[in-house]
């Protein structure tokens, strides 16, 4: 079991308000209220993926200018609350209206620039699964927005280092001569994501979405993979810092936090889901948790699985043509 379980015990509780000395904190109802009793400058790390407004369960469709004026004040209020040296991810695809796509990414970055917020990255999350389009091109990424809210901030570049292609390689000239060139423990990963077997090869955020055979999978449509939090964790914060999902859904964030050693606090609407990232937590505070390890390799097909394999009927199809 991971050394950072050590912080909890199965007797630990999940609270029902912030205070400064619980480890993890889960509100039911309207994040905007919530988020006003909140002291300023408290998190190290705001993380979240904002609802759509793409018309699922837990969402209530309307006009994009409509949406987007309707969550400028919760921005105000996550604004206020990042802590001076803290960082903000912003995880979002796109809005779709009568087949027209607008990137959510270039109206949020103006938003966030309007409260001062200085950006350090537009990472690419690159998935192999998702909805299939016929009138354009299937979307396979989402964007996530890393600010900033000063010039001093926590960036962790050694706890997340991937492999380095080209390990052996040494300096050709100069004072270091004949010395290896890279660092010990990797490169950065950059601002593209993936992580397969090879993550060297392309450097891409390839983070499987949470579908069908995940081990995550819950009754949530649009769940957080916790791997892809546990990156921004590992590298803009440190151990006891406080981390915040003000649309926490079933507790993916959360959970991300906790099993490094964060404190996490969460905002979410549906009861249900509340209920779920209790579960889920305890869950994790017990060493039964399933979920799946940071940087594991995605699964490729060998050809021999029946499913990989092209159907009879095809091949059939294309004799008779």
């Known amino acids: 079991m991971n050394s950072t379980f050590d912080l909890f015990s199965t007797k630990e509780k999940i609270a029902s308000a912030y205070s400064p000395d619980k ?7 309207d994040c905007l209220s919530t988020l006003k009793d909140i002291p300023s400058n408290t998190f190290k790390l705001i993380i979240t ?9 837990y969402e209530k469709s309307v006009k994009l200018e ?13 604004a206020r609350v990042l802590s001076r040296s803290g960082s903000l991810c912003w995880q979002v695809g796109n809005y779709v209206e009568k087949g027209e796509v607008f990137p959510l990414d270039v109206f949020y970055y103006k938003m966030f620039k309007e409260r001062g917020m200085k950006m350090r990255n537009r990472v ?3 998935f192999n699964h998702g909805l299939h389009a016929s009138n354009r091109f299937s979307g396979r990424y989402e964007t996530l927005l890393w600010f900033t809210k000063s010039n001093h901030y926590t960036f962790n570049l050694d706890s997340i280092r991937v492999p380095s292609k080209y390990p052996g390689k040494r300096h050709f000239k100069g004072e270091k001569y004949g010395q290896p060139s890279g660092n010990p423990l990797g490169k950065n990963p950059s601002d593209i994501w993936n992580i397969v077997i090879r993550d060297w090869e ?20 649009c769940q957080f993979p916790i791997e892809l939090v546990e990156r921004c964790v590992l590298a803009l914060t440190k151990e006891d810092d406080w981390v915040l999902d003000p649309f926490s859904g079933v507790g993916s964030s959360l959970l991300a936090a906790l099993k490094n050693g964060r404190r996490a606090f969460g905002c979410e609407w549906e009861k249900k889901y509340v209920a779920l990232a209790h579960e889920r937590i305890n869950s994790l505070w017990e060493g039964r948790l399933r979920y799946r390890p940071l940087g594991k390799p995605i699964h490729q097909p060998t050809g021999k699985e029946k499913v990989s394999q092209t159907p009879l009927e095809w091949t059939q199809e294309r004799w008779k043509s």
């Open 49 to 57: 993926s904002p609802p759509y407004n793409i018309g699922k369960v």
């Open 23 to 29: 480890k993890a904190v889960i509100v039911e109802g």
């Open 124 to 126: 690419i999350w690159h």
């Open 66 to 78: 409509k949406y987007l004026t309707s969550i400028e004040p919760v921005l105000d209020e996550l």
């Open 202 to 221: 392309t450097s891409l955020w390839n983070i499987p979405n949470v579908k069908s055979n995940h081990p995550e999978k819950t009754i949530h449509l």
